[in-house]
């Protein structure tokens, strides 16, 4: 792994992107998994880098969805177990029944049973997913394949950061589902009941937060608080921050460029 200066400008993002390499050498990523988080870097440069009040209230709804719901399952991908795997074993054990579930559309055994590990060195105590069972009907991909136990039992999964081909299957035998994606614009992001569009690294500790605030509310309160929230008017919302970041920078009479230190006489 490349050590990062702590002076380096770019210092956080590029240590996340050294978390996502690692991943890739510990066999946890697929290769694509770099391209994906590539073009989530790209998304989170144009919101600021920062948790907006659409992803906190996008989050609120999650906790609230995941609080009330029977049976969660919490899908995690190569990506995932990269970035967060212990604050997604932490978020399954302050959800009451909820279990974890690893789903892949690059699919391969060996990746699914790393990951698994991975996840119960990191405190898991089960993790349903390498050895699947079911698949999960109107997915073609490698991604169908799946537990009974798990997603296909589940009333509520949470899918952070994936390509657009399971949200809407999900929906479709009636799950409700959670998105985290810093792309508003995703399949995934626009079929889900409640995206986050903030980086999961950011989105998982708080929902994690949200959680911890939340689970002392009587089921009626958590309930008015998933029917407050509208998926629709939350993604223009996070639209709109983009274009108003956008318009403001290159509206503004500050310069764009950046100051350059005056060169040094040899
Ligand atoms: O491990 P596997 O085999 O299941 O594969 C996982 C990936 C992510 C490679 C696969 O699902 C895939 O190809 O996904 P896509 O189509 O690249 O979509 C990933 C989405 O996540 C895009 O909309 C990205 O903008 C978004 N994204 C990338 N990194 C992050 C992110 N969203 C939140 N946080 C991130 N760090």
């Given at each position: 792994m490349t050590r990062i200066p702590r002076?380096?400008?770019r210092h956080a993002s590029l240590v996340v992107r050294e978390r996502v390499v690692a991943g890739l050498e510990k066999g946890l990523l697929a290769k694509e998994g770099l391209l994906a988080h590539g073009r989530g870097e790209a998304f989170d440069y144009l919101l600021g880098e920062r948790s907006w009040p659409e992803a906190l209230a996008a989050a609120r709804a999650a906790a609230a969805l995941l609080l009330l719901a029977r049976r969660p399952v919490l899908s995690v991908n190569g990506n995932v177990a990269s970035l967060v795997p212990r604050d997604m074993v932490r978020l399954a054990r302050a959800i009451p029944g909820s279990v974890i579930e690893v789903n892949l559309f690059y699919r391969t055994e060996g990746r699914a049973r790393r990951i698994a590990r991975e996840l119960r060195r990191a405190g898991a105590k089960s993790v349903l997913g390498?050895?699947?069972d079911a698949r999960l009907p109107g997915v073609s991909s490698l991604r169908a394949a799946c537990t009974r136990e798990g997603m296909l039992s589940a009333d509520v999964v949470l899918v952070p950061l994936?390509?657009?081909?399971?949200a809407g299957a999900l929906k479709a035998i009636g799950k409700r589902v959670i998105a985290i994606d810093?792309?508003?614009?995703?399949r995934t992001a626009r079929a889900a009941?409640?995206?986050?569009?903030?980086?999961v690294v950011r989105a998982v500790p708080e929902l994690l937060r949200q959680v911890g605030k939340l689970r002392r509310l009587p089921r009626h309160r958590l309930a008015l608080v998933v029917r407050r929230f509208d998926n629709d008017r939350n993604l223009r919302r996070a639209l709109r921050r983009i274009q108003a970041r956008l318009r403001r920078l290159s509206g503004s009479s500050e310069p764009l460029t950046l100051s350059q230190a005056p060169p040094t006489k040899s």
């Open positions: 002076t380096h400008p390498a050895s699947p994936e390509d657009g081909d399971r810093l792309n508003p614009l995703s009941d409640v995206t986050i569009v903030d980086n």
